[in-house]
DNA sequence: CGGCCCATTTGGTCAAGACCAATCCGACCC
DNA sequence: GGGTCGGATTGGTCTTGACCAAATGGGCCG
């Protein structure tokens, strides 16, 4: 990464910047290490901080860069594979379960939530919060809505430590025959408790997956996920879903 | 939207701006209604445009907003469901085929795409690029590349012009027995050719889709997809899929 | 030795102002 | 009537400069 001046060109400085940076990512950089500060970068390139952090913001986006306040920029691994379709026997308890159950509330459901269960609308239900370890650092976090009816077995458990009983309420819910799973991919942004969980500033990218659980009887539970967009690529299916964005 | 002065909170302003700004999307505007210009909001609220602006960008990312460049920010309508499993009969020419194909070119894969073509690697392939149309605009492209070997019949037509061909393509591989999909979402920025065709700045946040669809003899081909990411939830699955965002 | 504290480093936030480029629309001319 | 030119409007880009907050690491103190 030479000292290139930028020239008067058609295209925002910001963007060529980000090709310039990302060409040198791939020829001068290794995985883990680390880039000059952004004081330095903006002096190199000729450029006000503001705009090197423009083209910055748009490789950490890309999962290319990692940024660490008071630490630096340093060269992101390629996004990890997490498979959305987790087969049934993945759920808590069985092994390769990468779900890590936090906590559970009994609660009045958002009217979204609600809504997409159908005629259980206005019922209390089971508010079941995980996170998703993948090479030792969260991924993703989750709130399953359960419909309190769907899973009768829970009334000795009641007052149980929160953990403990939203293991529960996911092992009663397995117990029902699941019909298959419906499932919306869309960007969001993290919400401060998002945040916190995945390491994150709050309004961070983030990939959110709506799931419904469908039974016999309709809609058995609704999922909320939310998945960092940065070190996340979500397959569906049984491959390991090759990227082919370095095309 | 009055004019509410923001306090000295632990939080960003563009944070907290965005939470007010986001409760008066709600309540006091309907669905492609113009917002005040950047500069009168910023006085209204007493920042800086540059913070106002930031407030506005995540807002757009969350697909609550629609900026434009000599016109203004309106109101965005809510993300349009787009199914990415389309059956096979709404391959080209059948009805509710919302994919448009645009141009096919024979020519040697980018390294990333011969990889997952696996054994054919290095084989010159069919690259068919189309668009898919939701409510009247663009709101993804894709290129297929599907290798020139696997559809033999295409001989005859070898000069002819670039959409026909595509089409003709997309034909020779609907009648090869296909033995199922693979997909991965991501999230990624548009290329400047991608944002031109989807009336988006270079840069634009994407959902980008890879697919590869499986044959009896390994991978008959695989498609590089890009959704906007500010207009489109991806769906998988028979239903809507139903958006529990509002929470 | 062990733990606390503080200066340094680094990215994150914010301000004020300037200019650029896409768009729109009315005035004008043919 | 219809096309064309030109300002006015609006979001997009860029600069300079300042301060804030997380993280680190060395040095001091018990």
Redesign the pocket.
């Known amino acids: 990464m030479g000292t290139t001046r930028?020239e008067t060109?058609?295209?925002?400085?910001?963007?060529?910047?980000k090709t310039v940076l990302s060409e040198a990512l791939d020829s001068e950089f290794a995985v883990g290490e680390?880039?000059?500060?952004?004081?330095?970068?903006?002096a190199r390139f000729?450029?006000?901080?503001?705009?090197?952090?423009?083209?910055?913001?748009q490789l950490?986006l890309e999962g290319r860069l990692q940024?660490?306040?008071?630490?630096?920029?340093t060269v992101a691994p390629p996004r990890v594979g997490v498979d959305v379709n987790p087969v049934r026997h993945s759920w808590p308890g069985a092994p390769g379960d990468a779900w890590q159950t936090e906590d559970c509330e009994e609660t009045a459901p958002p009217v979204a939530v609600a809504g997409a269960l159908g005629a259980e609308a206005g019922r209390p239900v089971y508010a079941v919060h995980r996170v998703r370890m993948a090479h030792g650092q969260a991924v993703a976090t989750e709130t399953l809505y359960v419909p309190a009816a769907s899973v009768p077995g829970m009334s000795g458990i009641g007052t149980e430590a929160g953990a403990a009983r939203g293991r529960a309420v996911l092992r009663e819910l397995n117990r029902l025959e699941l019909g298959g799973q419906d499932r919306a991919v869309e960007l969001g942004s993290a919400r401060a408790e998002d945040a916190r969980r995945l390491?994150r500033?709050?309004?961070a990218p983030v990939l959110v997956v709506t799931t419904r659980y469908l039974a016999a009887g309709g809609t058995a539970a609704v999922a909320l996920s939310t998945y960092r967009a940065d070190t996340c690529r979500l397959t569906f299916g049984d491959s390991a879903g090759v990227s082919l964005l370095a095309s």
Chains 1, 2 share one sequence.
Do not use: C, F, M, S
């Open positions: 930028l060109v058609p295209e925002p400085k910001y963007w060529h910047l680390i880039l000059p500060n952004e004081r330095e970068l903006a000729g450029v006000a901080r503001a705009t090197l952090r423009q083209a910055l913001e950490e940024r660490r306040r008071g630490v630096g920029t390491d500033l709050p309004g």
